[in-house]
């Protein structure tokens, strides 16, 4: 059956749209939304309130012209501004009567002197006789201004008959009172939201109407209309036949004819002067509470302003739960925008002002700075953004800076320190070095012509971010004067109100203390960067304490690894508190976790760790932070054994300490397990020139890692004798720094050298040498590093006070189940054990050996029976036996006899 379409709203409305989206070319059905309107009829009151435009209209006529529809349907649109309760019932009661008049059909006149009692009672009695259900729909309710009609309403629906249901359609809640129905779960409501067009809705509808729009221009202008089935038809009458549709979607707006047009007549022109007025003047912010409304429009009621609006459906929405801030539709904003620059164009500049001073004391400084942009006053938004740029940064929202950068003219940082300095921190934060290098002499060459009173201030920043820069490109040698400046700034109390704020205080010492401890200065690292996590506490800025802590988790000499691994685990867990923990700047944390579990033997926890730095690195990682992973990746392929890939991640871990000016503190480390594994894969020409290629240092410092190597070296050629001559000034000046890890190593080689030579009593005190020194961190990475099968057999029967660290290597390196079994059975021996064990070899009976411990004879016994179950022995000369096997007794005891 054919339907009249939508009745006119005013000649601006071009006829396509008055057909609604379901019209002429653009039909479309929404079963969604039906299968909704067929739900909401179950129960006895349905209400649907959205504002003008949102396909209310078209919703209840395709649903009430359905063919399948099951029940009488009665159809009442109201007039606009309807004033008469006995016009109102005369058009409900005709309805009711006349189910198949058109929808747009006016409604008889009602006689005069009508009762309009009389008319409700017949509605009443005419769905009372009707046989089946009827729905009664009430179309465009708002337009209803009788209050006497409306309170008829509310009593009517009390005494509605079980076989109606009622549906309200309205652009604002209706103004009558639906308690009782909501307390019997009798109402069901359908607003905006569920109006609202999906984007495959949009898709459809440009589809019916033979529009050709690509899937990006399609979200485009779904995201632009923010669904709203007025905007989308109308943008579809103007694509229709359009030459360019992508251009028209990326352009389209608020500004658009047709679409100003009907927001004028159909919102703005039905709001009261006062509140045109308010909306024009706050219209140029994109969101606003009372507070910021009432200083834009010049009046104390603004925020009532906004809940009526919210509440009339009047393209006013609340964003939070307690309806204090609020937002109008995009498209409805940017119309606005329009109307205030044609019609109140001079007080634009005023109100931009207006808006950036309450929004930068208010902490939104982005927007601030984008409101001074657009008044003309950007030096003084460029001082806005130089002051708060480090703040950004500490947050952890250095890309803030580029965005905020995008609002000023091409070309503006040329004349202005401050905006030179914020481009720099942007580029160095997006890794465009040589960018951020041109900003910051930029803004050094402007410092002079900079206020006296912002000029040291300037220079500190400048001088912080030379230092970031350096970082990042690993230029350390060339930066120790700005450390020292930066330093020397920081300590003077008298520069801290005016020059050393706490953002770039914090900045200076982030800065400082992760080139110090790349550059070895443990130390002095620790100093600053702890200093910097105090900072970052007491400024509440968890991004600065993270990056500080992410770099304290290094062994040093006064750090133990274990407690060096216990920060990173901290560090790590900071982060993670605070959402951090995918962040670039925590990769440190997570090398330094992965490298001590790599030198502890724990080979898979290490590789997981190493794979979740490498996932939170950035795309450009800084050089120095590269080194520490391609070191931890080696470590861990060494251990393994695979030495062809350990040879590939050194040669990376070299390769990012060449982009260094100044030397890595693994530099030394890194060289020499390089040449060292060259070596053993017998690539001994490269790994002399690996060694020649490291640089001399007269203080020797780390020069045990290259002597190390040297010794590797020595052992390949068969010149053991020369591979102790290369160790001894190491190991006999040598003290356990850190983890000792040179030191085990250079032990190692010794006792393998010492083998070689035939000097097992040596080799048996090298061995224990580096069991003593791995002792206190359980470092046993090296004894897998150095993959000699003659050190393995020398420390399966080697006498040690180091029993549970050897256990721990054999497991790792090697050894039969067997000889692990023992190992762990002898450990099993208590010290009270061990002594009873010690008399087992003699001559003297049980009674004997408890006087000499002076025990009893029941303890004696105790312990024996205890000794012969942890060695696995069924009597006494069977566990003298195994104990010389375990090197728990000396071979040179004569056994005593059988008990």
Known sequence: MTRVPTRERGPYVPQQVRRGVSGARGLLERKDLLRLLDDGVSKRLTVISAPPGSGKTSLLRAWAGRSTNPARVAFVTIERDQQSEQRFWCAVLDAIRNPERPFDAAPPPAPIGLEVGQVIDDVRSEIAELVGPVVLIIDDLHELKSADALAQLESFLTTLPSSARVVLSSRRDPSIRLHHLRLADDVAEIRADDLRFTEHETRELLVGSAINLSDRGVAALHQRTEGWAAGLRLAAISLNGHPDPERFVAEFSGTDRAIGEYLMAEMLERQPSEVQTMLLRTSLVDRMNGELADLLAGRSDSERMLLALEEANAFVVSLDAQRTWFRCHQLLAEFLRLELRRTLAAEVPDLHRRAAGWLADHGDVVQAVRHLVAAGDWPDAARLVADHSFRWVLDGQAGTIHAVLLAFPEGASVDHPDLALAHAAAELNQGRLEEATAQLALAESHLYNAPPDRRQRLAVAVASLQLALARRSGQFSEVIDL????????????????????????????????????????????????????????????????????????????????????????????????????????????????????????????????????????????????????????????????????????????????????????????????????????????????????????????????????????????????????LSESRAGATAFGPGFILIEAHLLASIAHLRLGDRNAASAAAEAALATAERDRVILPFAMVESAELLDLLLHHETAHRALLADVLNLVGGTGADREMLARAEALSPSERRVLGYLPTNLTRHEIAQELHVSINTVNTHIRNVYAKLGAQDRSAAVQRARQLRLLSSRLVPAPPN
């Open 483 to 726: 450390v020292g400046l930066l330093d020397t700034s920081m300590a003077d109390p008298s520069s801290e109100p005016s020059v050393m704020g706490s953002e770039l205080r914090g900045v200076a010492l982030l800065n400082i203390g992760i080139v110090e401890t790349w550059s070895g200065r443990l130390v002095d690292a620790e100093r600053h960067l702890s200093e910097g996590a105090a900072l970052a506490r007491t400024i509440d800025r968890p991004y600065l304490e993270v990056a500080c802590r992410a770099h304290q988790g290094f062994p040093s000499k006064l750090i133990s690894v274990t407690t060096a691994r216990e920060r990173a685990h901290q560090a790590v867990a900071l982060a993670e508190r605070y959402g951090l923990d995918d962040r670039p700047i925590i990769a440190p944390a997570l090398g330094a976790i992965a490298g001590t579990a790599i030198w502890m033997g724990e080979f898979d926890e290490g590789e997981r760790w190493l794979g979740r730095a490498w996932q939170v690195a950035s795309a450009q990682v800084d050089p120095a932070a590269a080194v520490l992973l391609h070191q931890a990746a080696g470590m861990l392929h060494a251990g393994r054994g695979q030495k062809q890939s350990a040879l590939e991640a050194f040669t990376e871990a070299a390769n990012a300490q060449s982009l260094l000016t100044g030397v890595h503190f693994l530099a030394p480390r890194i060289t020499g397990w390089l040449a060292a594994t060259q070596a053993r894969l017998g690539l001994r020409e490269e790994a002399l020139t690996t060694l020649a290629g490291f640089p001399a240092d007269p203080q020797r410092m780390g020069s045990g890692a290259i002597d190390n190597a040297q010794a590797v070296i020595c052992l390949t050629d068969g010149d053991p004798a020369a591979a102790l001559a290369v």
